[in-house]
């Protein structure tokens, strides 16, 4: 490859990114599969989506999330790539790969925070405070962190409904499945964790992906 369709290449890659986007990303992957790791695998309170079908398949199968997350997200980026074009892929494989790897960093350590199990309502709150700020911060890049958003914003890109009614739509969904293995009355606490984190990606998303991916 010649000096110039090197450059032309590596031009055509990086365009979109800066490396304040990806700093953000990174950012928002940490503080999403931190909260999920250290709050809602530990006390059994489930998100909805693809967060909460990688949950459901990690208990019947017994498989890390660090593996499920990049096959499951692939389904649905195949789907999404159709509706909001490359540009939005490229972005996502970088905080889907960020949110992965940081699943195996917090596998590696001991729990960081107090076990919520007897304070399901804490842990819902604080659950969906984790998921939302991390994972909004990434939808406001201009990407998803994982196969959930990127289902999501499909369904926002194609329907016009406010994004938080797109993921509480995926949400409830696996809600319903989840009760396999979740009693009715912690589902309850999951619904609280899904609205929290619906209502905090639709509002820091708000801005940031309307501007730059619509």
Known sequence: MSEKKRSAFLKKIWEGLSWRKIGLIILGAMICSFGIHNIHQRTGITEGGVIGLML???HWLGVSPAYLTPALD???YLLAFRYLGGRFI????I????????????????????DLSSYPLLAAVCGGLF???GVGIIVRQGGSSGGDDALALTIFHVTHLRLSRAY???DFVVLGLSLTYIPAAKIVFSVITVTI???????????GFKKSCI
């Not at 889907?96 to 107090?114: A, D, G, I, Q, R």
Request: proline share 6%; net charge negative.
């Open 56 to 58: 459901l398949l990690e």
């Open 74 to 76: 692939a389904a649905c």
């Open 90 to 93: 490229k972005i996502s494989v």
């Open 95 to 114: 905080s889907t790969l960020s949110v992965s790897l940081f699943y195996k960093v917090w596998e590696c350590f001991p729990p960081m925070l107090p």
């Open 131 to 133: 998921v939302g700020v």
């Open 168 to 170: 509480m739509f995926t």
């Open 197 to 207: 984190s619906s209502f905090l990606i639709d509002r820091i998303q708000d801005t």
